[in-house]
C-alpha cells in the first residue's frame, strides 16, 4: 500500500473567458450572447471601480494559472502542484467578476434564467466545453454537466442521456432554486432523477444562488443564507421519498458548508421517535422513508465541503467521513489553491489516517466512481503523505468514537 | 432571598372557541366570518375522521383545563398548578383541530391572508379579546398583540400605539413569512419598528407558517423548515441595520428552537473576520452592524424556547441563558402543561441554580419588563424550588465555562 493520500478536489471550477463560448453556442443566440456579454463587462467595469488592486492583482499574480481554468494541460500542471490527482468540475471559473461563465448566467445562477431556451442554450454550450476539457485525461475528470431540469422535464432527460455518454462526465448540476417552477419534491421530476440514477450521475447543487431580489443589497443578509438554499433540495428529496424510488439516486451540496448536516441529521432522526411528541410524526412519514433520515447521509446524501473549516473536521464523526469531501475550490481565491498542501498542514494535521483518506479521497471516488487504481501512479507521484501533512502516520481512528458520535440515537433510542 | 424560581411561561396560547370571536369582530364582517368558520368546522370534521380517539381523548381527559385558554380565572389555576407565575400569550389556543383562533387564520398562519381587511380585522377581533383577557391579573400576562404588517405600515403602527396602552400587552406578532410584499429588511418598516421600540414591545415571529403550498403534502419537509422561516427575520433586521437604528428594539423567536442559534452565532461572526476569505466582508458589513453579530443576541434577538431539548440545554452557554426563555406551551398537547415541574425536573436535574433561574424566568422578564417583585410572593406560593427539581441548591454556573463557551472567538481573535 502507497502512503500518498488520493487527493481528489470535490469542487473544482472551470470555464472559458466569456466571449469563447461563442464557437459552443448555436447561432441563433448569437445576437442575445453579444447582450449578455456587454452586460458582463459592464459588472466588470463596475467592480473593478471598486476593487481595482485586489482584482488586478489577483488576476496578475496568478494570471498563468487562471489559465488552467480552461487549458487541460495548464489545468493538470496546477492539480499536480496542489497534490490533486483528480477533481468535480462546476462551471464560472471567474469568482470575482463573473468573465469566465456559461452563457446566459446558465452556470451558478441558473435558476435565474426566466427563458428555458437560453437557459438549455447556455447550458448546452458549456457542457460541449466541459465534455472537451474532460476529454483529456478522462480518469482524473468528473465534469459536472449542466442541466436546468425546473424549465423542461424531457429536454433535460435528453441532455442527461447525453452527457451519461461523455468520457469523463461524473454529475450534473441543477439550478440551486426552483422559485417560480415546480419543487424538487414533486413526483413529475422522477424521470429527471430516473436517468441520473441510470447513468450513475450525481445530481448537485452549488452554493450560488438566492433570493437576492429580496435582500435590498444587504450581503450579510446573502451570507447568513447562502448554504440553506443550496442544502434545501436534500430534504425535499428525501421526505418526498425520492430516495425510495430511486435508491441508487445520490444527492451533493457543494460548496455550502457541512457543519449544518449535524444538526439536521439530529432533528429529522428525531421526527422518526424523539419522544411523545414526534412520535406521531414517524406515522406520518411511513412510505416516505424506510431507514432514519441520517442513514440516508453517505449513501444517498454527499457534501461537497470544500475547504473544511476546523469546526467541521471535528464534527467528522457526526457529519461522518463517508459523507464529507474535500475542495480546494480551484481557481476560486476564496479556496486553497495553490496552497493546498500547507493549508492542508495546518487544519488536518491532527487527524489519524484513515479519516483524512476518506475526506480527501476515498469518499469522492465512491461517490463519483474514480478507479482508484488508475490514479494510484499520479498520487505516489504528487500526493501528499501523512509526513507532508505533520501526521502521526500510525493514528488510526477510535471505531467506538465514530460509533458513539451521533448521540441523539443513544439518546432516543434509535437505530443500532 | 427566596428560593423559589420565578416562572415565566415565554410560551403559552390563548383564544376563544372560534364562534366566541364573533362579538370581537365589526359586523361587517360577519358574512366573511360564517364562510371562515364553515371552513374550520369542515377542517375539524376531517381530521376527527382521521384521529377520532386522539382528539376525542385530549380534549375530554382536558376539557376543564382547556377552559383556561379563554377563562382567566381557569387559566390562573392552570398555571398555579403547573408551577408558573407569569406568562407570554400567542394566539391559536386550539393546536390540533384550529378551533381556537383568530378569525380569518389572523392568528399564527397570518401570512397567509390575502386581502388585508380582513388580516387587520381578524388580528383587531383577537387583541380586543386578549386584553380582555390581560386585563385580569396584567402583572402575570404578557399579551402578544397582532399586527398584519406586511399589509399596511401606518394601519400597524396605528394598532401598535393602541395596544401600547394597555395593560398586560407586552409585544406584538407579526407575520413569520412577508411573501409577496416587502421583507423585513427593507426601510419601509421603519415607522413600525419605532413604534415598537418606543412602547417597549419585542417583536415575534412564532412557528406555524411555512410556505406549504411547496410541500406537496409532505409532512416531512415542513418539519425540517419550520424552524428556518420564522427564525429568518432575525437576519434580515440584524444585517440591514434595524438594530443600529433601533437600539432598544427587541426580536424575538418563538415556539421554532434554539439549537440553531449556536452554528448562527458561529457562522455570523466568522463574516467580520474569521479568515481571509471572510475579511473583506466586514467592510461590506460596515454602517450595517457595530458589533459582533453575536453580541446581539441577549439585548436585541431573544429566543423564546418554550420546552427546551437536553441538547439545547447542553449548549445554554453558547446559545446564552441571557437569550433562551424557557415556555410551557399551554394548553398544547406538545407542551408540559399539565406536567411542567416533573419535565423540569427530568431535564434540568443537573443544572445549576443560576442558569435555572435566567431560562425558567428572570430571562423573560429583562426581555418582557416583568415586574419580579409583584411576581415574587405569587412564587413563593406556587413557584418550584432546586429541591424540587432534584438540583443541588448550591450548584453555581463556572463562569470560565461560559466565557470560553463561544468558542469561536478565540479560534478567530474575536471581541473581548
Redesign the interface.
Known amino acids: 500500500m502507497s502512503d500518498h493520500y488520493i487527493v481528489i478536489s470535490a469542487d473544482t471550477h472551470a470555464g472559458l473567458p466569456s466571449e469563447g463560448y461563442r464557437e459552443y453556442l448555436e447561432a441563433r443566440y448569437h445576437q442575445a450572447f453579444d447582450d449578455f456579454l456587454a452586460d458582463r463587462q459592464a459588472r466588470r467595469d463596475e467592480l473593478l471601480e471598486m476593487n481595482y488592486e ?1 482584482i488586478t492583482g489577483w488576476e496578475t499574480e496568478n494570471a498563468e494559472g487562471l489559465r488552467g481554468g480552461f487549458d487541460p494541460e495548464q489545468r493538470d500542471k496546477e492539480l499536480d502542484a496542489d497534490g490533486v490527482v483528480a477533481e468535480v468540475i462546476f462551471p464560472d471559473a471567474d469568482a470575482i467578476t463573473g468573465m469566465a461563465g456559461p452563457p446566459f448566467g446558465a452556470g451558478l445562477s441558473a435558476g435565474e434564467i426566466t427563458d428555458p431556451d437560453l437557459a438549455f442554450a447556455g447550458a448546452a454550450a458549456h457542457n460541449r466545453f466541459l465534455v472537451e476539457l474532460c476529454g483529456h485525461h478522462p480518469e482524473r475528470r468528473g465534469g459536472v454537466g449542466l442541466v436546468p431540469i425546473t424549465h423542461d422535464i424531457e429536454r433535460s432527460v435528453r441532455e442527461i442521456e447525453w452527457l451519461a455518454e461523455q468520457p469523463g462526465i461524473r454529475g450534473v448540476m441543477v439550478p440551486t432554486m426552483w422559485r417560480e417552477h415546480l ?1 424538487y ?2 413526483p413529475d421530476y422522477d424521470p429527471v432523477w430516473a436517468a441520473c440514477q441510470a447513468a450513475h450521475l450525481p445530481v448537485h447543487t452549488h452554493s450560488g444562488e438566492a433570493p437576492q431580489e ?3 443589497g ?4 446573502y ?3 447562502a448554504a ?1 438554499w443550496p442544502a ?1 433540495p436534500a ?2 428529496l ?4 425520492v430516495f425510495e424510488r430511486f435508491p441508487e439516486l445520490k444527492f451533493v451540496v457543494t460548496e455550502s ?1 457541512a ?2 448536516a449535524a ?2 441529521m ?3 432522526d428525531q ?1 422518526m421517535g424523539g419522544g411523545h ?1 414526534t412520535k ?2 414517524a406515522a ?2 411511513e412510505g ?2 424506510s431507514r432514519l433520515p441520517s442513514e440516508y447521509f453517505g449513501s444517498n446524501i454527499f457534501i461537497g465541503a470544500s475547504t473544511m473549516s ?2 467541521e473536521l471535528r464534527r467528522r464523526y457526526i457529519i461522518g467521513c463517508d459523507v464529507m469531501m474535500w475542495g480546494t475550490d480551484y481557481p476560486h ?2 479556496g486553497t489553491w495553490p496552497h493546498t498542501v500547507s493549508r492542508l498542514r495546518a487544519d488536518f494535521g491532527a487527524l489519524p489516517v484513515d479519516d483524512t483518506a476518506d475526506l480527501l479521497g476515498l469518499t469522492a471516488a465512491r461517490c463519483y466512481g474514480f478507479d482508484l487504481e488508475a490514479l494510484r501512479p499520479l498520487a505516489e507521484r504528487v500526493g501528499p503523505t501523512p509526513e507532508d501533512l505533520g501526521q502521526d502516520p500510525a493514528l488510526r481512528s477510535d471505531p467506538e468514537e465514530v460509533r458513539r458520535a451521533r448521540w ?1 440515537k443513544e ?1 432516543y433510542g434509535l437505530g443500532g
Open positions: 485586489y419543487p419534491n414533486h429580496e435582500y435590498n444587504n450581503i450579510g443578509i451570507l447568513a443564507e440553506w434545501r430534504w425535499h428525501l421526505f418526498s421519498g458548508g457543519y449544518w444538526d439536521f439530529w432533528k429529522w421526527y411528541t406521531k410524526m406520518l412519514l416516505k422513508i476546523k469546526e481565491p476564496e441523539w439518546d
